[in-house]
């Protein structure tokens, strides 16, 4: 049965490669993948991300209104220093429970103030004590009761508060501010690929037969390699002047939705639709699957990934399905206020994207949180 990268994490099983020996060493080491292109030039302007916990503040916003009754119970977590994963482990732990039985809608980062959202089931005449749980880096906020369970991907966007410190060039970042909300590449993040690119490595590894048992690892492997083969396809649109051009053939995605759909030939409906940010191009996360573009923009997209098509071929074979993402990121309720040469930022991004993806095309920033970890480790 074919699944979804984010499936997998959880669930996938054993299924190691037979490629002989002689092709593994040629082929154990990721790609050359060359930078991601900026859209509005690299900016010259410098700043300090990070410099304390709460400079990087995420709220999670769900997609759905608790019901307030129900055998699952929701809980509003704040985190500061942990990870999402280890909080789950934590709260299945006080209160004495499996963990796979906690669940929550998506990972936030550690290196951060993070309000998200944990889910566990409890008995409708149990009470859970929550009170006298001791987490370090944990505060429940809120508990709501619901009917089921709380799934992967059920967030409608996360709301972003951050400061930038030590701003070098206010003008140019001012200027900077009226070019992103326009949007800005929706490249993954750098946290997608690990410390010094380890995930691309890992999936490296993974696809010149070398066997991963460890479900979480192959599961970051495969989703780095993606998420690096869709980087490569928006990083060439840019380059090519092409960030907003529609070769016939190609499909876009409503805003806002998953929805998808293919544009035989560019007219004056779309390319309005287009400007005014109701679709969005796409580029594809690859896979098994249906090709859904044609033409001209199916030829394009062959070239790009034609560099890069033993990857491509190695998620076949793991029986990856294919996936779309839109190519453009627009922050929604862009604000900001300045105090002295610190930037005071708020915007709010869809599930699943960065922003660090924001914030490269707006400054050079020194992640003074991420440095501090990685020399720790």
């Not at 154990?28 to 990070?50: K, S």
């Amino acid at each position: 049965m074919n699944q979804s990268v984010e499936s997998q994490v959880d669930s996938q099983v054993e299924s190691p490669i037979d490629i002989p020996q002689e092709q593994q060493s040629n082929r154990a080491q990721a790609p050359d993948f060359p930078p991601v292109a900026y859209l509005y030039g690299e900016p010259q302007a410098t700043a300090n991300l990070r410099t304390q916990a709460d400079d990087f503040i995420v709220d999670e916003e769900l997609s759905f209104t608790p019901t307030g009754h129900g055998e699952h119970l929701l809980l509003l977590v704040e985190k500061i220093g942990q990870n999402t994963q280890y909080v789950a482990k934590q709260i299945a732990a006080a209160a004495g429970l499996k963990a796979r039985l906690v669940s929550y809608a998506g990972l936030k980062d550690r290196h951060a103030v993070t309000r998200q959202w944990f889910c566990l089931p409890v008995p409708i005449k149990q009470e859970l004590n929550y009170q006298d749980w001791n987490i370090e880096g944990v505060r429940i906020l809120q508990t709501m009761r619901h009917q089921r369970r709380l799934k992967l991907g059920s967030i409608k966007q996360n709301h972003f508060q951050l400061k930038l410190r030590k701003i070098s060039d206010k003008a140019e970042v001012e200027s900077k501010l009226q070019q992103i909300v326009q949007g800005v590449p929706n490249y993954y993040g750098e946290q997608r690929f690990g410390h010094f690119g380890g995930n691309l490595q890992l999936a490296a590894r993974l696809f010149a037969g070398e066997s991963i048992p460890d479900r979480q690892l192959r599961g970051l492997a495969l989703s780095a390699s993606r998420s690096m083969l869709f980087n490569q396809q928006v990083s060439a649109r840019v380059q090519q002047q092409l960030f907003l051009t529609l070769l016939p053939g190609a499909v876009v995605q409503l805003d806002g939705s998953g929805s998808v759909f293919c544009v035989p030939e560019l007219t004056e409906e779309i390319s309005r639709r287009l400007q005014e940010q109701d679709v969005h191009p796409t580029a594809i996360l690859p896979g098994i699957g249906k090709v859904l573009e044609s033409g001209a923009a199916l030829d394009w997209q062959l070239q790009q990934l034609a560099p890069y098509q033993h990857w491509v071929q190695a998620l076949c074979d793991l029986n990856v399905n294919t996936e779309r993402r839109s190519c453009r990121l627009v922050p929604k309720a862009l604000s900001y206020q300045w105090q002295d040469d610190t930037l005071m930022l708020q915007f709010a991004l869809p599930t699943g994207c960065f922003a660090t993806s924001v914030l490269r095309e707006l400054v050079k920033y020194q992640d003074l949180g991420r440095e501090q970890v990685m020399l720790e480790c």
